[in-house]
């Protein structure tokens, strides 16, 4: 006894395209920040890494670390939502940062 199975090539396509619109599971980490130039540099590095738009980053940022101007001894902790957890570590030797991975996001 044999079974056919028969598929289109059109609906095969279909299917590996909606792979394409899965959502990626985020991972939350969080940057320890002092400036608003190291807070760019973490942009551009996410960006150059995930592009544009597969991260997220907390707002309001830069109206906190502008109230920091004043006062170097004070950090801010600064989270972003991003694809692999494993730039964190990258992030930390990069820029000389204190990061940390979220737990429960």
């Given at each position: 006894?044999s079974?056919?199975?028969?598929?289109?090539a059109?609906s095969?396509?279909?299917s590996?395209?909606s792979?394409?619109?899965t959502?990626l599971?985020?991972?939350?980490?969080q940057?320890?920040?002092?400036?608003?130039?190291?807070?760019y540099?973490?942009?551009?590095?996410?960006n150059?890494?995930?592009?544009?738009?597969?991260?997220?980053?907390?707002?309001?940022?830069r109206?906190?670390l502008?109230?920091?101007?004043?006062?170097?001894?004070?950090?801010?902790?600064?989270?972003?939502?991003?694809?692999d957890?494993?730039i964190?570590?990258?992030?930390a030797v990069?820029?000389?940062?204190?990061?940390?991975?979220a737990?429960?996001?």
């Open positions: 006894m079974v056919e199975i028969e598929t289109s059109l095969t396509f279909e590996l395209d792979l394409k619109l959502p599971v985020m991972h939350r980490i940057v320890e920040l002092r400036d608003i130039a190291t807070w540099a973490v942009i551009r590095e996410l150059q890494v995930f592009g544009a738009n597969n991260w997220k980053g907390q707002s309001h940022v109206r906190r502008e109230g920091l101007i004043w006062d170097d001894s004070k950090t801010i902790w600064v989270w972003f939502d991003v694809p957890e494993k964190a570590t990258w992030l990069k820029l000389a940062v204190t990061v940390r991975i737990p429960n996001k």
